[in-house]
């Protein structure tokens, strides 16, 4: 498995390019702001990308969509119960003062427990909301690497204060999806570095009590 991570934009949104270097079928998955980087690896690697995720649709995971989607052709998917927080993007660039940008057809609605293949990789969608009302994850299990986005981070949580933000629902996702992983799952947060499950299920001080 091939698998960069680009950190994208003002607000620092971490994308991935994941792909199979056999058939170099590839996938990104939250295509952030000034999306140049990316798109540079996807041309000089030679990725065929099949699809372009969006864990939710708050506009610093998605801004780049249109740009990528051009240079590749690949349909967009994401979550149905994110589609009023995407047809907010004008709102969204209204608060953080950035340009709106350019909006992107959904081909294809995420569902809970459904599975995206790309080459040999295997990614299963995992409903987690609470950070956003469709947010999902993806978890790879025979790599042992979940994308959790802005769900779980190092030694912290997704913030649910903004419009959409559930923080019983976003505890709840963690409880039940996330901490019944393998301690040893890499976790690909939405912002910052990387943790794993076992660390944050030691030592994440708002996970105190709710660790299974």
Known sequence: ?????????????????????????????????DPRTLIDAIEEGDWRVKEILFTHAHIDHVAGAAEVQRRTGAPVAMHAADLGLYDS?????????MPTPERVEIAHWLEEGEEIECGSLRLKVLFTPGHAPGHVS?????QGMILSADVLFRASIGRTDLPGGNHP??????????????????????????????????????????AV
């Open 1 to 33: 498995m091939f698998h960069r991570v680009f950190t994208l934009g003002q607000l620092q949104c971490n994308a991935s390019l994941l792909g199979d270097e056999e058939t170099r079928e590839a996938l990104v998955i939250d295509p952030g702001e």
């Open 89 to 97: 993007l004008p709102e969204q660039a209204t608060w953080i003062g």
């Open 169 to 210: 629902r976003l505890i709840e996702s963690i409880r039940t999806k996330l901490l019944t992983l393998p301690d040893e799952t890499r976790v690909i947060a939405g912002h910052g570095p990387a943790t794993t499950i076992g660390l944050e299920r030691r030592t994440n001080p708002f996970l105190v009590g709710v």
């Open 138 to 142: 993806f978890y790879l299990a025979e």
